[in-house]
C-alpha cells in the first residue's frame, strides 16, 4: 500500500509535542513567489520512479533557488536510496526543456547498508552515503577518473560533503549485470558512483551549478533539515490547493 509523504511524516511524529526545526519564514515565503515547474511533469517524464519523491527533490530544489542558490540552474538529479541499488534509483532531469536525460543505478556508501541503505551520516569516515539536497560545483580527475565535487546545502545532513570529497564518479564496481549474483550494487565510501560508461555524459550535463537530491525516508533528516522541511511545506502547500480546486 502507498504511503504519501505527508503520512509518513505523521507517523513520524512521537505522541508527545517536540520542538522541530521550522523552515525560516523568508525561505518559505520566497518559495512561493515565483512560477513553478509542475512535479507533475517530473512523474510524467519518469514514470517508474517515486512521484511524491520527485515532488520533494524539486520542491526543495526551489526553495533553495529562491533563497539564492543557483537560481539560474536548469538540470536536477533526483536519487531514492529507498529502493533496491540493482534498480534505477537516479534520474536527471532538463527542467526547461522538460526531458528525462538518464535513468541510472547508482551506488551508496559502504556505511550505509546492503542493498538498499538505512544508515546515513555527514561524518568524516563514516563511509556513508549523505540526504538532502546538494548543489553541483566543478569537476577534476582524481583516483576515480573524471568527476564532479557536490557542496552539501543541509547543515548536519550533508554540508561535509565537500571536505569528506563525497563526489559523482564512475566505477567498475557499479554493475547491476555481474553484481545481481550477490544481491546488492558495489558500494563506494559514500559517493554516488556511476556506470563507467554512461558517468562522463551525467556529470556534464550536472557540472557547475546544477542540483542533486538524495532521499531516504529518514526520520531526523526529513524532521529537522531546514531546506528539506521548506521542500515538505511547498508540497503540502500545492496539495492543500488542489484539494481545494478539486472541492469546488
Not at 520533494?56 to 536510496?81: F, K, P, W
Not at 529518514?218 to 496539495?239: K, M, N, P, S
Amino acid at each position: 500500500m502507498k504511503i504519501s509523504l505527508t503520512a509518513l511524516l505523521l507517523a513520524l511524529l512521537p505522541l508527545a509535542p517536540v520542538a522541530l526545526a521550522a523552515p525560516a519564514p523568508d525561505l518559505l515565503a520566497r518559495a512561493a513567489t515565483v512560477p513553478q515547474l509542475s512535479a507533475d511533469t517530473l512523474a510524467r517524464l519518469a514514470p517508474d520512479a517515486d512521484p511524491e519523491v520527485l515532488a520533494l527533490g524539486l520542491a526543495t530544489m526551489q526553495c533553495a533557488q529562491h533563497h539564492g542558490v543557483a537560481e539560474d540552474a536548469t538540470r536536477l538529479a533526483v536519487i531514492d536510496y529507498s529502493r533496491s541499488s540493482l534498480e534505477p534509483r537516479l534520474w536527471v532531469f532538463d527542467l526547461p526543456r522538460q526531458r528525462l536525460l538518464y535513468r541510472e543505478v547508482v551506488a551508496h556508501g559502504q556505511g550505509s547498508g546492503g542493498d538498499i541503505p538505512e544508515h546515513f551520516s555527514n561524518r568524516d569516515g563514516s563511509h556513508a552515503s549523505s540526504l538532502g539536497l546538494f548543489v553541483t560545483r566543478h569537476t577534476y580527475q582524481g583516483k576515480n577518473g573524471y568527476s564532479l565535487r557536490l557542496d552539501g546545502l543541509e547543515p548536519g545532513f550533508n554540508d561535509a560533503a565537500m571536505s569528506r570529497a563525497i563526489v559523482m564518479h564512475g566505477a567498475s564496481y557499479v554493475d547491476p549485470a555481474r553484481d545481481a549474483a550477490q544481491g546488492r550494487l558495489g558500494r563506494s565510501w559514500g559517493c554516488p558512483a556511476l556506470r563507467p560508461a554512461v558517468a562522463g555524459g551525467v556529470i556534464d550535463v550536472l557540472k557547475e551549478g546544477q542540483f542533486v537530491f538524495a532521499y531516504y525516508p529518514q526520520r531526523d533528516w526529513l524532521l529537522h533539515a531546514a531546506l528539506t522541511r521548506c521542500g515538505q511545506a511547498q508540497v503540502a502547500r500545492t496539495e492543500s490547493h488542489e484539494r481545494l480546486i478539486g472541492a469546488r
